[in-house]
């Protein structure tokens, strides 16, 4: 019999804000007993919205996770590099957990959680949440339904979006690699995963190649200071004006929340985070590193040929193209309106396939976001049917896609997959 799952949360930014105000509106499923976030304003809201008591917040894991097994999942959220710990002990006390993606900035790390989870038999769900949208989910049936025969090629597009990019990439938590990760691993372990998920074989060869060429400091406009604040002679014309996109953009409650680092912010506050933070900043003049734009080239077993495109430069989106021995699909994930197209070889027809959201999931993610928490309950009382959940193992293999990737993207070389990942381990 299904019962309702208690749980707790390690990091109140963003993401766990998003999975648990789902599990509010799911009352016969979920229940958030604890919370653990360092800014107060973050964990006080949690508190109030789930009702937790006093002595079930706190702001920091470990005291949380000293009181021992207390719920059934526990959330992890923080920042990429503070996963391990938390994960290892959650793990130790017998959590089933669902992990922020990436897993690890580290692929040693990544290991390391991977091997602890199989030994002790603790269920793991990577937050992959394109896995679980409508728009994928789709895909993959006709895939597995043989609609294009054999998988021969695929040519897959993330278009990140110049603003997105600015905001999370340049200015934001990501923009710096030694303080994040790389670029593609931040914001395309999504894709690599998507694409191993799809082609149902392993990657055998990488190749990659990106730099980031326009946010840098040569491209400020002439006489830009240093804040957007303080006064810039591009202000009118410049898309990434701080100003217009914090505190003048009153419905943008992500950059606001963000920017501020407050749950509720106020105009003050984002005022202040202009004046002080890097979100204030000039774009062309902040610490960022990370690439913004990039290819990865890969064949899979069977020589299945993939061309993955990551680029800022765009309004944003996913655009796939897949080609097989029967016909080929197209597809946009802009929004559930479109549908996608399969050309037939043999009748010289094509087909359009909507998209049909399960249960009117249709926000956040592309449904992706209330799909991996629904699937998340069914797994863990039994219940899944599904395709998109993956283990732990699959997950982080996944993931050395990516890590691969960089190490060809940084030698100027193709690397073997196989040998990389027998080299990492040794």
């Not at 993401?15 to 016969?28: P, S, V």
């Not at 009153?250 to 963000?258: A, L």
Request: with cysteine; hydrophobic share 35%.
């Amino acid at each position: 019999m299904s019962k309702i799952l208690k749980v707790v949360l390690i990091g109140a930014g963003n993401r766990g804000e998003t999975y648990t105000n789902l599990m509010a509106k799911m009352e016969d499923k979920f229940k958030v007993i604890a919370v653990a976030e360092p800014i107060e304003s973050r964990r006080k809201d949690i508190q109030k919205k789930h009702h937790i008591s006093d002595d079930l917040c706190f702001d920091d894991w470990t005291p949380l996770l000293d009181l021992g097994k207390i719920a059934d999942v526990a959330i992890i959220s923080t920042m990429d590099k503070q996963h391990l710990d938390p994960t290892l002990k959650a793990i130790a006390l017998g959590y089933d957990i669902l992990l922020e993606k990436p897993v690890s900035p580290n692929p040693i790390e990544c290991q390391q959680i991977a091997d602890y989870a199989e030994l002790m038999g603790s269920k793991i769900i990577v937050c992959h949440v394109l896995r679980y949208t409508p728009f994928f989910i789709t895909i993959k049936e006709l895939l597995d339904n043989g609609k294009l025969g054999d998988i021969v090629s695929i040519n897959h597009e993330e278009c990140v979006g110049n603003v997105h990019q600015s905001h999370s990439f340049v200015r934001g938590n990501w923009g710096n690699s030694k303080k994040s990760s790389c670029m593609l691993l931040q914001k395309s372990c999504h894709d690599m995963d998507i694409l191993q998920w799809l082609i149902g074989k392993k990657c055998k060869k990488v190749q990659s190649f990106g730099t980031l060429s326009y946010f840098k400091k040569e491209n400020a406009p002439k006489d830009s200071p240093d804040y957007c604040i303080q006064g810039c002679p591009s202000a009118d014309t410049c898309p990434y004006n701080a100003v217009k996109l914090y505190l003048d953009d009153k419905e943008n409650t992500w950059f606001r929340t963000t920017s501020t680092r407050e749950a509720n912010p106020t105009d003050e506050m984002v005022e202040k985070a202009l004046r002080t933070t890097q979100y204030g900043k000039c774009v062309f003049k902040c610490d960022n590193d990370v690439v913004d734009h990039q290819t990865v080239n890969m064949i899979f077993e069977d020589d299945i040929t993939v061309t993955f495109t990551m680029n800022a430069f765009n309004k944003g989106g996913r655009f796939i193209h897949i080609m097989g021995t029967k016909g080929e699909l197209r597809a946009a994930m802009d929004d559930l309106k479109t549908p996608i197209t399969i050309y037939d070889f043999e009748t010289k027809q094509t087909t359009e396939i909507p998209i049909v959201a399960k249960d009117g999931i249709a926000n956040g993610h592309g449904g992706g976001d209330e799909g991996i928490i629904t699937s998340l309950y069914e797994y863990l009382n039994g219940e899944y049917n599904g395709c998109s959940i993956s283990d732990i193992r699959t997950s982080v293999n996944n993931h050395l896609i990516v890590f691969a990737a960089e190490e060809a993207r940084a030698k100027g070389t193709v690397v073997d997959f196989e040998t990389f990942v027998t080299n990492l381990y040794e």
